[in-house]
C-alpha cells in the first residue's frame, strides 16, 4: 500500500486565519515532505523530516511552520498568509532506510488547494 | 546549471501510438536515481517508474519504458499505446543521495495531450 493521505483537499482562508494542513502514511516511511506547487509549474520542496526531526528548511517564511507529531503525520501550520502563497500543498514520503540509496521513491499524497483571500 | 531539464512544453499524441516525453539531467555524482512522475489535473503525483544509475537495464512498468542513455545523461519515458487517461503533467526527477541526501530535483515538466 503506497498511500499518503491529506486534509483538506480543499481550503480557503483570509489573511488573519490560523489553519493547518494535515499529512497521513502508514507505510512505515521515516522521510516526510513538504512541497508547494503554482500551476503549471514542478514541486517546489518546503521541509524535510527525517526520522521526525527537520533536516531540511528551504528558507520558508516563518508564516509556515511544520510539525511532524510522530513518524506517520505532518502538520503545517499556516498564519498570515498573503495570496501569493496560494498553490497546491503535496506532502511526500519515502522510506529512508540504510539500504534505499539512490533507489528511496517519494510517494505523494493528493495535494491540499489553498486559495489565501 | 539546472539539473533537470525537459525541453517539451506540450506535446500531442494520437490514442493507442507511443509518445517519448524527453528528459536530460546533469550530475557529477556516480550513484542516482530517476524517476518519472505523472500528475492529472487532479493534482496527485503518482510514481511512474524508476532508473538507477548503475542499472544496466532500461527500466520497463507496464506500458511505461525508460530509455535510459548514460553517456548521452538522458532519461527518456516512453508511453506505448497511449490512452485518454494518460493526458497529464509528466515530471522527470533525479535524486543524488551521497552529495544532496533526500532532495528530489524536478524538471519544468511536460504537458501531454492524448487525442482521440
Known amino acids: 500500500d503506497t498511500e499518503v493521505t491529506q486534509t483538506p483537499k480543499h481550503l480557503v482562508m483570509g489573511m488573519t486565519n490560523k489553519k493547518s494542513l494535515k499529512c497521513e502514511q502508514h507505510?512505515?516511511?521515516?522521510?516526510m515532505y513538504w512541497y508547494k506547487q503554482k500551476a503549471k509549474k514542478p514541486p517546489e520542496l518546503m521541509f524535510v523530516?527525517?526520522?521526525?526531526?527537520?533536516?531540511i528548511n528551504e528558507s520558508v517564511p516563518s508564516r509556515f511552520s511544520p510539525e511532524c507529531p510522530n513518524s506517520s503525520l505532518l502538520n503545517l501550520h499556516l498564519h498570515a498568509l498573503q495570496p501569493e502563497d496560494s498553490a497546491l500543498y503535496l506532502c511526500?514520503?519515502?522510506?529512508?532506510?540504510?539500504?534505499?540509496?539512490?533507489?528511496?521513491?517519494?510517494?505523494f499524497g493528493p495535494g491540499t488547494r489553498l486559495l489565501v483571500l | 546549471a539546472q539539473k533537470i531539464t525537459q525541453t517539451q512544453p506540450g506535446m500531442f499524441v494520437q490514442e493507442k501510438e507511443a509518445v517519448t516525453l524527453d528528459c536530460t539531467y546533469d550530475?557529477?555524482?556516480?550513484?542516482?536515481?530517476l524517476f518519472w512522475y505523472k500528475q492529472p489535473s487532479s493534482g496527485e503525483m503518482i510514481f511512474l517508474i524508476y532508473?538507477?544509475?548503475?542499472?544496466?537495464q532500461n527500466a520497463t512498468e507496464g506500458r511505461y519504458s525508460l530509455n535510459f542513455q548514460k553517456a548521452r545523461k538522458s532519461a527518456n519515458l516512453v508511453i506505448s499505446a497511449s490512452q485518454l487517461g494518460d493526458s497529464a503533467m509528466y515530471f522527470c526527477?533525479?535524486?543524488?543521495?551521497?552529495?544532496?541526501?533526500?532532495?528530489?530535483?524536478f524538471g519544468t515538466g511536460t504537458s501531454l495531450t492524448v487525442i482521440p
Open positions: 507505510m512505515g516511511h521515516r522521510a
Open positions: 532508473q538507477g544509475s548503475y542499472d544496466e
Open positions: 523530516y527525517s526520522y521526525e526531526k527537520l533536516s
Open positions: 550530475t557529477s555524482d556516480q550513484s542516482y536515481g
Open positions: 526527477a533525479m535524486r543524488e543521495p551521497r552529495s544532496t541526501g533526500n532532495q528530489f530535483y
Open positions: 511526500a514520503s519515502s522510506q529512508q532506510g540504510p539500504s534505499s540509496g539512490e533507489r528511496e521513491t517519494q510517494y
